[in-house]
């Protein structure tokens, strides 16, 4: 039997039981509320109508008066359309003669008395006849309600065995075979290709079954043909990396050695030994420069070796190896990738190492050869501007302006140049004293004091008490605070204010220029400090080299200090650096 025509036939079997029980409940509800209905509807009311009757007789005196005699009337007539038990009738005439003689106006009042004693005795009888109906109905429902919940009990008992029965029986019918499934589909998970599933029944169940089967033997079928595939391509990738000129070194998660190229052997000096498969740890025994690239610790810079008979540079990049994670004793398939290894690879760059050298040279030569011309122009426009000389008309002499300022200009980029060409070729000389920040900072603003008059910006100065010294190279350190004015004063409005401070913190000491410029956006703070960069400008303020921040920031890291900015458009900006403080005992002691 089709798994489909089972849960019908098993869910139509429950639906019936639950009918059944429905069904043999309704009816004893039923019988119930008939009953009750019966005793409310046809004695309750005949007991209200007499006690309405002998309240008028209670209430009134004889002879009853006319307002008595209707509502009496009234429900003396509902009474007699009210006729349910038996000696019921008789009672009501004799409460009809009653009335009658009650409403006679000739009657004397011994004989209305006596009616009245009539009347009360007959309406007795009909209360009595009801109340004995209400006891004898109430008994019959009683018993009904008994024999329900006897009768239900039974049914209830006998259903609920039918259920249990049939919730223990019927769903092994349909939980045997998803079991015995669902360990086969956990064998094929752990590569048991030779994993069968075999059903008696003809069913669906048996249908999965034997595609279930078939998905096993294509499985062992592709895993046999593509292994020679796989090994294929594992030799082809294993010859590329093989044929690569830049050294190439593979390592998994336990530290294993899984490939190492010709190259990389070359140039670690590696010999021809098998290292596959060779713990890292190892082979680092005897070779400290395979260790250091294993470590990292040469991941940020370019480092020397002595390869092919000169001196070569290398660059070390790092790349994870990241795979799917498709291991079943983790749980279930992680969309995420997990890490198996890590490939280092050694890049030659002593081409583009020799590039830079001789564009730092040709920088240095360049800047040093120009400087002397550069110079004797500066001197020369100068004599023309003096009076002494000769006078010059007002065109003659913006023009003299305006080669001075260009001379000062190119100067400046000379002198930038030649310090840029230092921080390339790692030839940065600096002389570290114990200094007073206030010295420093002091130097500064004479420097730039005469442009910042000519503009009328005020630069105000706020050093902290008792800062300790720095132990800094002056004059580069100066040239760093100057640079970060001559930006403060080209990008602040006429008449404003610039602020110089310093303060401590932590072990260090910041040194900080603020103005209210412009401000800087967002989007250009990250390359402030790369060489050549230049934020746009509106026209208005000339703009550098683009090599100043990128210099001041060499010449802070050189002496373990670090630099940075902050700004908000339309506020202005923050320049500032810190430097390692001298300890206050060594201070003294100086």
Known sequence: MKVKNKLRLGFGFLFIVVLFFGAVSLFYINQISISAKVILKDNYESLNYVSEMRSVLDEENLPLKDAAIKYFNEQLVKEEHNITERGEFEAANGIRKAFTQLQDKSASLPQQVEAEKIARRFLRTVEMVNMRAIVIKNEKAHKDVEDAVVFLGLAGAFTFLVLFSFSVNFPGIISNPLNALLEGIREISQKNYGQRIHFDKSDEFAEVANAFNDMASKLNEWENSNLSKIMSEKSRIETIIEQMHDAIIGVNEKHEI???????????????????????????????????????????RAFKIFAEGKDSFFQLETREILVPNLSPSEGPVNIAKKSVGIVYILRNITEFKERDEAKSNFIATISHELKTPISAIKMSAGLLADTRVGALNPEQNQLVKHISGDAERLLKITYELLDLSQVETGNIQLNFVPTKPEKIIDYAIKAIKFEADQKGIIIEQSVAPHIPDVNADVEKTAWVMINFLSNA??????????????????????????????????????????????????????????????????????????????????????????????PQESSVNA
């Open 258 to 300: 899984l490939f190492i190229n010709t190259a990389a052997k070359a140039i670690l000096n590696l010999g021809e030994d098998k290292l596959t498969g060779k713990l890292v740890e190892d082979v680092s025994k005897n070779n400290d420069l395979f260790k250091s690239i294993i470590n990292g610790e040469k991941s940020d």
């Open 489 to 582: 004063l080209r990008y602040s409005p006429p008449k404003s204010k610039i602020t110089v401070d310093v303060s401590k913190k932590a072990n260090l000491i910041e040194f900080s220029v603020k103005d209210l410029g412009k401000g800087i956006d967002d989007k250009y703070k990250s390359r402030l400090f790369d060489r050549y960069f230049q934020v746009p400008t509106d026209g208005q303020n000339k703009s550098g080299s683009g090599l100043g921040l990128a210099i001041s920031k060499e010449f802070i890291a050189a002496q373990g200090g670090e630099i940075g900015v902050e700004s908000e458009v339309g506020i202005g900006s923050r320049f500032y650096f810190t430097l390692p403080a001298v």
